[in-house]
């Protein structure tokens, strides 16, 4: 087995008197070698060695049991295609969060069989990079560490059929509210309106102001088509922005019992390209977000249905990522991370709309 092991080096919460090499994380697999993607098992360890107890968002990382995106996955030079879920946490519940306890450590086991389309890369060796971007938690703001990943390699000489992370269904046209409950099927049509709203003005932001202190502080250099495309095809919600159901009610064996989840997007992918998703919507988001119009009177953007619906339909119609959540995390990721992050676009769009209709 090949482990390479990394401090959590980069970061320093003024808060918690962390430094550097404060929290370490530790990543190990069950064997080097396996005969088939399902005998993959990764262990990751991330210990607290501080005097402090440290909470932390758990989705998208390696402190997340759950199949989203918890490594970077390559075959030699190549990426592996994540093909899991994306999750919104629901921020005002406990569940969304994790916390290691002062000189504790918590040990987390991930299976990855269904995460990722090993069918399109093949078999061979596979090096897994730990998603190690945590989120704290103090005094109810969240400060970001950007971490050091370890990785390990793991061998796979024989079985990488594709899994799925649910039975794929057949998608509908573009996004559809899928719901019997007529209230909360309204209120999915509504966010969906918002979204789209709040999306084309952002588009049209671009084409009126490329060079707006707003898109640098979100987007930086990137080239400004690119962008506007990606805001424009969630404003048009055309066929070639994909199919998808907003459901109301959490799929059979679905995530959102595990509690501390807003919506989550089921990306549906063949023959290593992204073909379709799904997005569902817990009940947190029908009892505890609000409309867009409340971010006028100090609603803070992910607590509205609008802030929800956006982030998952930048899942869903152009498969970005949840590198960091939130805006000052967005604010602070490199120029080439910028771009693939979900809560860029979010809270671009989200600040352009409240500048201009407050």
Sequence with gaps: MLARYAALLSFAVTALALSSGDLTVKLSAV???VSSIEDIILTAVVSNPTSEDIKFVKFNSVLDELPTKSFLVKKGDSDVLFSGVDIVP???????????????????????????????????????????????SEGGEITHFALDAASVDVEVNGDVAKRT???????????????????????????????????????????QSPNS????????????????????????????????????????????????????????????NIIGSEAYFCDWFFTSTRDLRSTCSGTNFPSTRTNVMLHELTHAIFASGDIVYDCPGSRGLSD???KKNADNYTCFAMHNWKQHNC
């Design 31 to 33: 064997s080097p070698t």
């Design 90 to 136: 629901a921020i005002t519940e406990d569940a969304a969060f994790v916390t290691i306890p002062a000189g504790g450590s918590i040990a987390m086991n991930h299976t990855v069989a269904a995460s990722y389309d090993f069918e399109s890369a093949g078999a061979g060796t596979f090096t897994f990079n730990a998603v190690t971007n945590l989120r704290v």
């Design 165 to 207: 992370v649910f039975p794929e269904t057949a998608s509908l046209r573009t996004s559809t509210p899928v719901c019997s409950n007529a209230s909360r099927k309204n209120y999915l049509g509504a966010a969906l309106s918002e979204a789209r709203a709040v999306a084309g003005g952002a588009a049209a932001n671009i084409r």
């Design 213 to 272: 202190a707003n898109f640098k502080t979100y987007f930086n250099n990137h080239n400004r088509n690119d962008i506007w495309y990606n805001f424009d095809r969630i404003a048009g919600d055309l066929a070639s922005s994909g199919n998808r159901g907003l459901h109301c009610v959490d799929r059979a064996g679905g995530i959102c019992k595990n509690g501390g989840i807003a919506a989550y997007v089921l990306l549906v992918t063949s023959g290593g």
């Design 336 to 338: 080439a991370n910028k």
